[in-house]
């Protein structure tokens, strides 16, 4: 069973840094699109930052500039650097990925494999 584990999150002030890590176990990343996503409190489950499967990433225009995703299917790891914390970015953040979506990963229906999610809350 395909199994993701987020790790990371946290509290922090705006202005600051998190790095979000999510472990694929028996999950070959190599096989398609990962990415992560957030969940605002009463708000849609929205793409933060996703990868095809040869690392090709694209970002959120809000997160631009300011997140980093970055895929080492070697090490079967997926991470997302977050710099420049703003109180918008608070949410739940979800590890995502893909056995049949390589390069179309914009949304989360190409997605069949999630996290449990991990929070993140930026204070002003």
């Known amino acids: 069973q395909v199994q993701l584990v987020e790790s990371g999150g946290g509290s922090v002030q705006a202005g600051g840094s998190l790095r979000l890590s999510c472990e694929g176990g028996v999950f070959t990343f190599r096989s398609g699109c990962m990415g992560w996503f957030r969940q605002a409190a009463g708000t849609e489950r929205e793409a933060v930052a996703t990868?095809?499967?040869?690392?090709?990433?694209t970002y959120a225009g809000s997160v631009k500039g300011r997140f980093t995703i970055l895929r080492d299917n070697a090490k079967n790891t997926l991470t997302l650097q977050m710099n420049s914390l703003k109180p918008e970015d608070t949410g739940m953040y979800y590890c995502a990925a893909s056995n049949f979506a390589r390069y179309r990963c914009s949304t989360s229906d190409q997605f069949n494999y999630w996290g449990q999610g991990t929070q993140v809350t930026v204070s002003s």
């Open positions: 990868a095809t499967v040869d690392g090709a990433a």
